[in-house]
């Protein structure tokens, strides 16, 4: 008889969650990194752009310069790029295949033209997730609430909230950020029923037929 398939014994799917600034995104991802650290890494995109104080290479992005940025895109090792304020960013390939096929699930906290490319490339392995905020009053006060920002950059980030709420239709799921457990624990839900999928657990024809074999023989006997 075998036991139960273990955790490497599906493919890693690939988990998109974007949101207006302010929605909650960051705190949500941050959080379920650290809940479901054994399975899930956040994807490091290469930037072009300059380094900010604070920031380390390879952690926060792999930094840098156009040429290399280039040669990358036109190798195919970027999954999905774009140019944002006349700085290109990019998702490395290899490292969001080399863990899918190992059973590792990648986090990806882009916008919502990030995640139609990564659904375009890899639509198999993609999960969407939106997360709105309950209304525009909350968004504002929390964007207030950050003290990061004077209020000219708070009204442009109204400005591009409504734009980026306008791409809801495209996510596979929708969570309405009321309550920052409750909206963890939806999306943690969310993860765990699509790694039950069937088509991602990919080994479990053999234990299927181990399964049918062993039964088989009880059977006769
Ligand atoms: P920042 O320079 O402030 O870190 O990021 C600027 C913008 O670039 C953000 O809107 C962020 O979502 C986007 N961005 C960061 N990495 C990637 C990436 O790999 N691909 C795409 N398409 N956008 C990215």
Redesign the pocket.
């Given at each position: 008889m075998t036991g139960s398939p273990g955790k490497h014994e599906r493919r890693g799917l690939l988990l998109v969650v974007s949101s207006p600034s302010g929605a909650g995104k960051t705190t949500l991802a941050r959080r379920l990194l650290e809940a479901e650290a054994d399975t899930l890494q956040l994807?490091v995109?290469?930037?072009t752009?300059p380094m900010?104080p604070g920031e380390n290479d390879g952690v926060?992005?792999w930094f840098l310069d156009g040429a290399r940025f280039t040669q990358m895109r036109e190798d195919g090792e970027l999954l999905?790029?774009?140019q944002?304020?006349g700085?290109s960013?990019?998702?490395p390939r290899k490292d969001v295949e080399t863990a899918i096929e190992s059973g590792r699930d990648v986090l990806?906290?882009?916008?919502w033209?990030?995640g139609r490319?990564l659904a375009e490339s890899m639509p198999d392995d993609v999960v969407r997730v939106f997360i709105l905020p309950p209304s525009a009053e909350v968004l504002e006060s929390r964007l207030k609430s950050r003290n990061q920002d004077n209020a000219d950059v708070i009204a442009v980030r109204m400005a591009q909230a409504s734009n980026e709420i306008s791409h809801w239709i495209e996510y596979d799921y929708v969570i309405v950020n009321a309550d920052i457990d409750r909206s963890f624990d939806e999306l943690r839900a969310v993860l765990a029923a699509e790694r039950l999928k069937r088509e991602r657990q990919t080994r479990l024809t053999s234990l299927v037929e181990q399964l049918q074999r062993d039964l088989g023989e009880s059977f006769r006997s």
């Open positions: 994807s995109s290469v930037t752009r900010r926060d992005y999905e790029w774009a944002v304020f700085n960013y990019g998702t990806f906290d882009v916008d033209q990030g490319q």
